[in-house]
């Protein structure tokens, strides 16, 4: 498996003020916020600078973003308290919620409120099921990943599919280095996620180089709900002031930002929207069906 190196990118400041802290809440002394890089590694670690140095200055807190090698060690991380808040894909939350006591606060929006799992293969392969899969090399993202594995894993349990059914499993580390895998024909499919159910926001789409290269999506999945934000439940209590006054101030920076790259790779494109537990109920009972453990 690919393994990205773990950063933690810190902005230097000077003295902050803490004027909107009332006296009944000490402010922080600093804020850590943890992303996965899995899309674009180098964007994320570049719009992680950009919006470290917008919150700080909105918030008048020193702002850090921890980028994690894979989506367990974010689980790890908020559980050990290196971060306070993160951005989980919706399995990873599911996980985080009950290991590192993790409380949902905003989902992402990039088309939909929802997006998809898609298995696409490279059109001239002939290949249109899932079950013309066996014996073949098949690309996923991580383990942990909601769309670049859990969802399709699933339906390939469903049909009796085991590991040495698949002539290689690759774990690419994001869904950009599945779709390069897949381009420069190192596997015959790959597990990708879709912002929207006929594959035109397909990862695909973003992340391909080959403008004509064309796939069919030969599986699709459930509406899976967006991505969450995430708050450490010992901070919150805390902190409970701080914890809004960032919800807002990521709402308001998604809103003034629409329609540029600014910050997508991080907070989506479109809406932060305020998120419930409840929501990911049908995320549990995937993790419970495949299970998973923390």
Do not use: C
Request: aromatic fraction near 12%.
């Amino acid at each position: 498996m690919k393994r990205l190196i773990l950063g933690l990118i810190t902005l230097l400041v000077f003295s902050p003020v803490f004027a909107e802290n009332t006296p009944a809440e000490e402010a922080p002394p600093a804020i850590t916020i943890g992303v996965i890089p899995g899309g674009n590694p180098e964007n994320v670690r570049e719009q992680g600078l950009t919006l470290a140095k917008e919150l700080q200055t909105r918030l008048n807190i020193p702002v850090n973003i921890y980028i994690s090698k894979n989506y367990s060690g974010l689980i790890e991380a908020m559980k050990t308290k290196k971060v306070d808040f993160a951005f989980f894909s919706s399995a990873t939350y599911v996980l985080a919620e009950e290991q590192a006591k993790a409380k949902v606060l905003l989902k992402k929006s990039w088309h939909e409120p929802y997006y998809y799992s898609m298995v696409i293969t490279p059109l001239r392969s002939g290949i249109k099921n899932l079950k013309q899969l066996k014996g073949k090399r098949m690309a996923f993202v991580d383990d942990k990943s909601s769309s670049g594995y859990l969802y399709p894993w699933a339906e390939f349990k469903k049909l009796g599919f085991s590991e040495k059914d698949f002539k290689e499993m690759v774990f690419t580390g994001n869904h950009q280095a599945s779709i390069q895998f897949l381009e420069a024909k190192k596997v015959d499919a790959a597990a990708v996620f879709s912002d929207d159910d006929k594959g035109e926001q397909g990862a695909w789409k973003k992340f391909g180089t080959d403008k004509k290269a064309k796939y069919r999506i030969i599986w699709q999945s459930p509406p899976i709900p967006n991505d969450p934000f995430a708050v450490r439940q010992d901070f919150y209590d805390l902190y409970p002031k701080t914890t809004h006054s960032l919800m807002f101030a990521l709402i308001d920076l998604v809103q003034e930002n629409r329609g540029k790259d600014t910050y997508t790779e991080i907070l989506g494109s479109r809406d932060l929207m305020p998120a419930t537990s409840k929501q990911y109920d049908p995320v549990r009972e995937m993790v419970k069906a495949l299970g998973l453990k923390p």
